[in-house]
């Protein structure tokens, strides 16, 4: 069974599994990207790069590992924007693409990993965040290069703000900037744009 460990400060989340679990996760979302009835590439290299490769990573384990119990667990690391955003784009994705129960399955699993683990960091704004989740995110799915460039943008906003836990307050305020009307993605594309270079992903050096 797959389960989630919010990082102490607030920046993202753990999540954990056997190898075999990890190995079927990995399965279902490629089976969600290479069925889809169609997907923008921007959006399939937005999931493959960044959440398929990581679960297949920690799968083989070539992420993170520990013992509990006497079992082997391996996992890997998340941001919390970038989490669920992928959780949502997944879930967008489902809406057109023919799946089975396996793939219904751990679509419901990683929703229910982002909900307890949101909620386990904190109740009050974890509410809010799974509003945003479940209610305000369509416009927040990537389906350009730009939108995944203004994602990383962001993400790397929210890691500054504050410090430890009390970081967490300000992440529904960042989940609704994603939004791709809003005035903050038109001057961020805008910049792109005239610069005709993409920002650097370079995450700011924080505690997780």
Same mark, same amino acid.
């Given at each position: 069974?797959?389960?989630? *460990?919010?990082?102490?400060?607030?920046? #993202?989340?753990?999540?954990? =599994?056997?190898?075999?679990?990890?190995?079927?996760?990995?399965?279902?979302?490629?089976n969600l990207i290479e069925n889809a009835s169609y997907i923008e590439s921007a959006t399939k290299d937005f999931l493959e790069d960044n959440?398929?490769?990581?679960?297949?990573?920690?799968?083989?384990?070539? *992420?993170?590992a520990k013992q509990?119990? #006497?079992?082997?667990?391996? =996992?890997?690391?998340?941001y919390w924007i970038v989490f669920l955003v992928q959780v949502v784009t997944l879930r967008d994705l489902?809406?057109?693409?023919?799946?089975g129960r396996i793939e219904q399955a751990h679509l419901f699993l990683l929703e229910h990993i982002a909900e307890k683990g949101l909620m386990d960091l904190n109740?009050?704004?974890?509410?809010?965040?799974?509003?945003?989740?479940?209610?305000?995110?369509?416009?927040?799915?990537?389906?350009?290069?730009?939108?995944?460039?203004?994602?990383?943008?962001?993400t790397g906003n929210y890691m500054t703000k504050k410090k430890g836990?009390?970081?967490i307050k300000e992440l529904y305020d960042?989940?609704?900037?994603?939004?791709?009307?809003?005035?903050?993605?038109t001057q961020f594309e805008q910049t792109v744009d005239d610069s005709g270079v993409v920002v650097a992903r370079k995450m700011p050096n924080v505690i997780w």
């Open positions: 069974m797959l389960f989630c *460990e919010p990082t102490p400060n607030g920046v #993202g989340l753990t999540i954990w =599994g056997c190898m075999h679990d990890m190995d079927a996760l990995a399965e279902a979302i490629n959440l398929w490769a990581s679960v297949r990573r920690a799968a083989r384990g070539d *992420e993170l509990i119990g #006497g079992q082997l667990l391996v =996992g890997f690391k998340s489902a809406k057109i693409t023919p799946t109740p009050t704004e974890g509410k809010r965040c799974l509003e945003w989740m479940f209610s305000n995110s369509d416009a927040s799915i990537p389906v350009k290069e730009a939108h995944i460039e203004y994602l990383w943008y962001v836990k009390t970081r960042c989940l609704m900037n994603l939004a791709y009307w809003t005035d903050e993605y």
